[in-house]
T-cell receptor, first 112, second 116 residues
């Protein structure tokens, strides 16, 4: 069964550094999403992406964040200058229609 | 804005018994989707069950079923014949059907323990 994949599984970075989190959505899906989950808290929406542009973003998704679909398969989340509070689990999700989203296994980001 | 509430931070159930996890939500919309996701210790989010708001019939998936009460804005999950592998964090989620690219709104989660 096709699934969403994410790399790396764990990323450790120094505060102020740029990180890129990578996702490969399910191949025939058209909608892509990023969520984050700070340890012990609920999953929070960051951004959705459709037809090569952002369709919706939350207040969390400020100028430090950007998303890109550089080719036909990858979907990336970039954090330009990481802060301690960016430490979280980041989940990518995709959907073929605007209903059920399938989540990847997540990338644990640790900012030191 | 929509909100999702899960009033039970933690629940426990004996193996082979039945447990019900509660979820309520607040919305002014009439067309939406509701989901239950499971997050085991691996932290991957796994879809358990989904319900379309326009369907009156409650969704079922093997041992998992929901009690969807649209007027009461309630969406509880029943797990029958609980197994050790059911132990996880369970998140209730709401998604509008209003427009494209709508994100999920998640509840705070219920941690389910299954006792042998």
């Amino acid at each position: 069964e096709p699934e969403v994949t994410q790399t790396p599984s764990h990323q450790v970075t120094q505060m102020g550094q740029e990180v890129i989190l990578r996702c490969v959505p399910i191949s025939n899906h058209l909608y892509f999403y990023w969520y984050r989950q700070i340890l012990g808290q609920k999953v929070e929406f960051l951004v959705s992406f459709y037809n090569n542009e952002i369709s919706e973003k939350s207040e969390i998704f400020d100028d430090q964040f950007s998303v890109e679909r550089p080719d036909g398969s990858n979907f990336t989340l970039k954090i330009r200058s990481t802060k301690l509070e960016d430490s979280a689990m980041y989940f990518c999700a995709s959907s073929v229609r605007a209903d059920t989203q399938y989540f990847g296994p997540g990338t644990r980001l640790t900012v030191l | 804005a929509q909100t999702v509430t899960q009033s039970q931070p933690e629940m426990s159930v004996q193996e082979a018994e039945t447990v019900t996890l509660s979820c309520t939500y607040d919305t002014s919309e009439s067309d939406y989707y509701l989901f239950w996701y499971k997050q085991p210790p691996s932290r991957q989010m796994i879809l358990v069950i989904r319900q379309e708001a326009y369907k009156q019939q409650n969704a079922t998936e093997n041992r998992f079923s929901v009690n969807f009460q649209k007027a009461a804005k309630s969406f509880s999950l029943k797990i029958s014949d609980s197994q050790l592998g059911d132990a996880a964090m369970y998140f209730c989620a709401y998604r509008s059907a209003r427009a494209l690219g709508q994100n999920f709104v998640f509840g705070p989660g219920t941690r389910l323990s299954v006792l042998p």
